[in-house]
């Protein structure tokens, strides 16, 4: 499958799910890591609609995962996973949401300002220069600039990075600006948050410390709602767990738990 790469052997009970949207690949090192000792699916989102990509993975999952499977979504692919469960429950045992963005429109706030208060003047003035860029209809080639845009948050997202290098990202503008816009609609009008009472599978939330994303805009929504929630913290860690210093190990040890039979 074009949409697909798997890493170890079968069966593949553990599905990753990339964020952005419009960032493929950018779930490889973890892909790379848990199929140290078991198979792993990386599916590629390629649909410009949130129902394209839930249908995208469930097509995915039913093809090639040993249902029901594992997935840990990271950022936007924590929602995509998420919705995965809500709509197509048989297909899902349990949810890992790695740095999700807030289930609620209250908290989402401050996250802009908290990532350019880590960027120094060049740098805050090269985000603002193309968040204006952006609004042109006109403009050529906004995979690049998107990937451009990413790199610098990727800076203000980190706490302690051993590397900030995304080399298998694939970017797409038009994915990105089209699927985040139903899901800013999908949150904000509190649907998103809602459709967690269909979950019936266990979900383990975690979370960077220093993640602009505010930790409080997961765990306070989703313990209202989902009914086996756990939320687990990690120290001295921002948005991306498995490039940070002092927390990768703890997060691959937290995940590598979740993904244990009987947990």
């Known amino acids: 499958m074009a949409n697909l790469r798997t890493y170890g052997r079968a069966p593949f009970g553990v599905a990753v799910i990339h964020g952005g ?3 493929a690949g950018q779930m490889a090192p973890v892909a790379r890591e848990l199929a140290r000792d078991r198979g792993v699916l990386e599916p590629l989102q390629t649909q410009s609609s949130i129902d394209g990509q839930i249908e995208e993975l469930k097509t995915v999952l039913e093809a090639r995962a040993d249902l029901p499977a594992i997935l840990v979504g990271f950022s936007w692919g924590a929602w995509l996973s998420y919705l995965c469960a809500a709509y197509h429950p048989g297909l899902v045992r349990k949810l890992v949401l790695v740095s999700s963005a807030p289930f609620e429109e209250r908290y989402a706030s401050g996250i802009l300002q908290t990532r350019l208060s880590r960027l120094n003047a060049e740098e805050r003035g090269q985000v603002q220069a193309m968040m204006e860029a952006m609004k042109d209809p006109n403009l050529a080639d906004k995979d690049t600039m998107l990937a451009r845009f990413g790199r610098l948050f990727a800076k203000a997202d980190a706490c302690d990075p051993l590397t900030l290098d995304s080399d298998e990202l694939q970017t797409s503008w038009s994915i990105h600006q089209s699927v985040w ?23 383990v939330a975690v979370h960077g410390d220093r993640d ?3 930790a409080a805009g997961v765990r306070e929504p989703l313990a209202g709602i989902v009914r086996d929630f756990r939320f687990v913290l990690l120290r001295d860690c921002g948005h991306t767990p498995w490039i940070e210093r002092r927390a990768r190990d703890a997060f691959y040890s937290v995940v590598r738990e979740q993904l244990r039979p009987g947990t």
């Not at 949150?187 to 459709?195: E, F, M």
């Open 21 to 23: 949207p419009g960032a």
């Open 181 to 203: 816009s139903e899901a800013a609609h999908l949150r904000s009008c509190g649907r998103l948050l809602d459709l967690g009472r269909r979950i019936d599978c266990p979900v």
């Open 212 to 214: 602009p994303h505010p």
